[in-house]
């Protein structure tokens, strides 16, 4: 766009055109793509940047719980679980939402600082279940953190 | 003016033979036409200054009365996790006085955006600000937010369009040719800002009409589960001539989705309006109207939903694209007549008071800022201070820089906008319960997860701004006694 004195835009003209007619193409195709993604194989529960305001997922995951359990170390090998986090002393009301919606940065990050606070700690199993969501339709998550590797394993 | 002022056929100030380039072939030659026609093609000048003006004015009180109170939360218990991983690795914790803070200065960069002829780079600015606001924590989910980041960074490209220009032709005698040609409300621009804006909205209520696809919109779970008591008694009343309440459920997700398509296409294309007077194509963006007000209005008066705003960001762009020009144009005539006539008022008031050039900008410009740090102080939120500081500096800074360059008057318009800006924000962050919400809140999170101790004295900070302090007073007793208890 180019602007003619200072009150009024006049097309842009020549190579500006160009340059311009491709940007609009790139970011029509960013807002087509990105919500695409989501219909054509994408996390079912990643709605974000999709334009699902209030869709069937967010539905769902209303009626979604949550929980996390530490683990220890035993002197003999192994682990035993040293009782359930409450989750809504230790986190704000929005971060618990999050986690129910099995965010996965939110949940990585969370067990990470957790494991990082108390070094006694050998692992955390994070446990989301949706009991009235059509099977398939919200998965049940059970994932357990491994504080010494930092990686995810299903128990 | 220019010859890029046009009325309306074809990208304006450009001639037809012009628009495809020598080097386009015959077959593409009508589809580059068409092309251009689209993007850079003739749209009513009062569209784009109309919607820049009245949606950042609505921006920043919506960041001050909805946004702001939502502030405490951000590095409450230690913990936060940003929309994107690369800005996690970058940024430091959110904290209350950052998302508080830039909340503030959205607000305020607004508002001086909307009441000057703002450039280029303030408006990419507050796309920025605006855009890191919601994405430095997931606390921040509102789809909505995102959507208001398109709407700004369209706003970047949207041209600076003057109001003496859209709206003194017909005060003014008419003198010339040019004037005499051009009947009010006709003004045309080419700005495909506008038209990628306008697109970009179609987009945004096609995949929303996609989501009513979903089995628990035609189940009517999800109106259920909003709220949607409301609809009951038209259940019942069908049931009672033998609809079953599932054909109610699916007839009302299809009517959802049949009018979110009709209101996409509107938007496509109303930004075609002011080029091709087609009736058809007038029929579509007043039905396209209509049923995005109705649509937007039905949803906040039905359903309880917590979306802020959300609904009058939309029907503000509905009536912008929507809208015939002509009624556009009376309605931005009807704010410009007074606010020139009280200009002139005050501009002799000045004149009488022998304030003119440098002197008179240097006394705007300390008064400006002075009332942008005494706003700031008033406000008792984190991150108020730093931003009142912040914003009285760059006005300084800006307005030595304009003194230098011999520019007293800009100076001094950015100094009345500031003033006011800063006045405005004080006004509703400060005398609207907000400072109470906000202090209450941080309260009950703190006593949610335990903090007793703390949460007294966030309730005791709220207590000074709290509408019914003899309630408050209640709880805070209780909490006391309880915290006694437990020392006991």
């Known amino acids: 766009m180019s602007v003619s004195g200072d009150a009024f835009a006049s097309p842009p003209a020549g190579p500006a055109r160009v340059i311009i007619s491709v940007f609009i193409i790139s970011w029509l195709l960013w807002q087509l793509a990105v919500p695409l993604s989501y219909y054509l194989g994408g996390d079912p529960e990643e709605e974000r940047f ?36 409450n989750l809504n002393r230790t986190l704000h009301r929005e971060w618990v939402y999050q986690l129910t919606k099995n965010r996965r940065s939110v949940v990585e990050k969370f067990l990470r600082t957790r494991c990082q606070g108390d070094p006694s700690l050998a692992a955390l199993e994070f446990v989301r279940a949706c009991p009235v969501a059509p099977p398939g339709r919200i998965p049940a998550v059970d994932l357990r953190f491994d504080c010494g590797t930092g990686a995810f394993t299903t128990p | 003016m220019t010859d890029a002022v046009s009325r309306g056929k074809g990208p304006a100030g450009v001639r037809p033979e012009a628009m495809s380039g020598p080097a386009a072939g015959r077959l593409h030659a009508p589809l580059i036409a068409a092309w251009d026609h689209y993007w850079f ?10 919607l820049v003006k009245v949606l950042l004015c609505v921006l920043a009180f919506d960041g001050w009365l909805h946004r702001v109170p939502a502030g405490g939360q951000y590095g409450a218990g230690g913990f936060g996790v940003a929309h994107f991983q690369w800005l996690d690795a970058l940024q430091p914790l959110p904290s209350p ?8 200065a959205v607000g305020l960069l607004a508002l001086w955006c909307a009441f000057t002829n703002a450039g280029r780079w303030p408006r990419a600015l507050l796309a920025v600000l605006y855009t890191y606001a919601w994405a430095m924590s997931f606390q921040d989910g509102f789809q909505h937010h995102y959507f208001l980041s398109l709407v700004l960074m369209t706003f970047v490209f949207f041209p600076r369009l003057r109001a003496r220009d859209l709206f003194a032709i017909d005060a003014e005698p008419a003198v010339g040719r040019r004037r005499r040609a051009r009947p009010a409300g006709t003004l045309t621009v080419s700005s ?5 804006l306008g697109v970009n909205i179609g987009i945004v209520y096609a995949y929303t009409a996609v989501t009513k696809w979903d089995t628990e919109w035609r189940a009517g779970g999800v109106l259920r589960g909003l709220g949607g008591a409301s609809l009951g008694p038209i259940a019942a009343w069908l049931a009672g001539v033998g609809v079953p309440p599932g054909m109610l459920w699916a007839m009302q997700g299809l009517g959802v989705f049949a009018l979110e398509c009709l209101i996409a296409a509107g938007f496509a294309l109303a930004v075609v309006l ?6 058809w194509l007038r029929t579509i963006t007043w039905l396209a109207f209509l049923g995005a007000v109705s649509f937007h209005v039905l949803t906040e008066v039905a359903l309880p939903l917590q979306i802020g705003w959300f609904s009058y960001y939309m029907i503000v762009l509905a009536c912008v694209y929507l809208l015939p020009s002509s009624l556009l144009w009376k309605l931005g005539a009807l704010v410009y007549r007074p606010a020139t006539r009280l200009a002139a008022v005050g501009q002799d008031a000045l004149g009488r008071a022998r304030l003119r050039g440098i002197g008179l900008t240097s006394v705007a410009v300390i008064g400006a800022a002075g009332v942008v740090v005494a706003s700031g102080r008033a406000l008792d939120l984190p991150g108020a201070q730093t931003v009142s500081v912040l914003a009285a500096s760059a006005l300084v800074a800006a307005s030595v820089i304009l003194l230098v360059r011999r520019r007293p008057q800009v100076a001094f318009r950015h100094a009345l906008a500031t003033g006011l800006a800063a006045v ?22 703190l006593q949610r997860r335990g903090d007793s101790s703390a949460a007294l004295g966030a309730f005791e900070r709220a207590r000074r701004y709290a509408p019914n302090a003899k309630a408050l007073d209640n709880y805070m007793a209780r909490l006391k006694r309880q915290l006694d208890r437990a020392e006991e």
């Open chain 1, 50 to 85: 999709t334009w699902r305001m209030f869709s069937g997922v967010w539905l769902l995951h209303k009626n979604c719980s949550v929980s996390v359990t530490e683990f220890r170390s035993q002197p003999g090998g192994g682990t035993r679980p040293a009782g359930q986090i």
């Open chain 2, 192 to 196: 495909w800002g506008y038209a990628l």
């Open chain 2, 41 to 50: 093609g003739g749209i009513a000048a009062v569209r784009p200054y109309l």
């Open chain 2, 97 to 104: 006085g950052l998302y508080v803070g830039l909340m503030l």
């Open chain 2, 424 to 445: 405005l924000m004080w006004a509703a962050a400060g005398r609207s319960g907000i400072l109470f919400l906000y202090h209450a809140r941080v309260g009950v999170d």
């Open chain 2, 274 to 279: 002011d080029q091709r007077r087609r009736p």
